[in-house]
Nanobody, 117 residues
Framework: QVRLVESGGGLAQPGGSLRLSCAAS????????IGWYRQAPGKQRELVAV???????VYADSVKGRFTISRNNAKNTVYVQMNSLKPEDTAVYYC???????????WGQGTQVTVSS
């Protein structure tokens, strides 16, 4: 069984910063992709940023230039540094891992990010 532990959410002011972390543990086999999605009230879950095993990164257009994703392969941990936060970044942020063959997808429980003055 795979376990994802997310941390770092909370309240930030517009223009502020937060850093989210997600540590994967358990029966993890060959992570092919790890990253973050988010879901705001009344909206569908959307990709924020992901990073592949080869280091390729993909960002949502709305966060490009403001968010930076990174990973520590030895610790099976992924981070997203979120700068210049906007109220529209308010959402529950979910960690997502794709691993193994055939590929299996695992979701974290989510962490709330609120951007408000």
């Amino acid at each position: 069984q795979v376990r994802l532990v997310e941390s770092g959410g909370g309240l930030a002011q517009p223009g502020g910063s937060l850093r989210l972390s997600c540590a994967a543990s358990g029966s993890i086999f060959s992570i092919s992709r790890i990253g973050w999605y988010r879901q705001a009230p009344g909206k569908q879950r959307e990709l924020v940023a992901v990073i592949t095993s080869g280091g390729t990164t993909v960002y949502a257009d709305s966060v490009k230039g403001r968010f930076t994703i990174s990973r520590n392969n030895a610790k099976n941990t992924v981070y997203v540094q979120m700068n210049s936060l906007k109220p529209e970044d308010t959402a529950v942020y979910y960690c997502n891992v794709v691993h193994g063959t055939p590929a299996q997808m695992v979701w974290g429980q989510g962490t709330q990010v609120t951007v408000s003055s």
